[in-house]
């Protein structure tokens, strides 16, 4: 969700899918969703890498496939 404009954030504004960080003072944006096409980032917490592709953010690792392109091998 966007974050509203509030003193409590200290960000000013965010929108939905733009990255905010702490930078030890403060929150901001990092990442900007809508001026970026693409972008790779780590999710230092869990280990996982997300791209930025199509408005949307992936998962590097397990990716986006198209019916019929894929198995399941049990």
Same mark, same amino acid.
Do not use: C, H, Q
């Given at each position: ?17 733009? @990255? &905010?960080?702490?930078?030890? =003072? ?8 809508? *001026?970026?096409? /693409?972008? @790779? &980032?780590?999710?230092?917490? =869990? ?8 408005? *949307?953010?992936? /998962? ?15």
């Amino acid at each position: 969700k966007d974050i509203p404009d509030s003193s409590y954030w200290g960000v000013g504004t965010g929108k939905e899918n733009d @990255v &905010i960080e702490y930078n030890g =003072t403060n929150w901001v944006v990092s990442f900007n969703s809508g *001026a970026n096409n /693409s972008a @790779v &980032i780590l999710n230092t917490t =869990t280990g996982y890498m997300y791209e930025w592709k199509n408005s *949307a953010w992936i /998962s590097i690792y397990e990716g986006t496939y198209r019916n019929g392109f894929w198995r399941l091998y049990l």
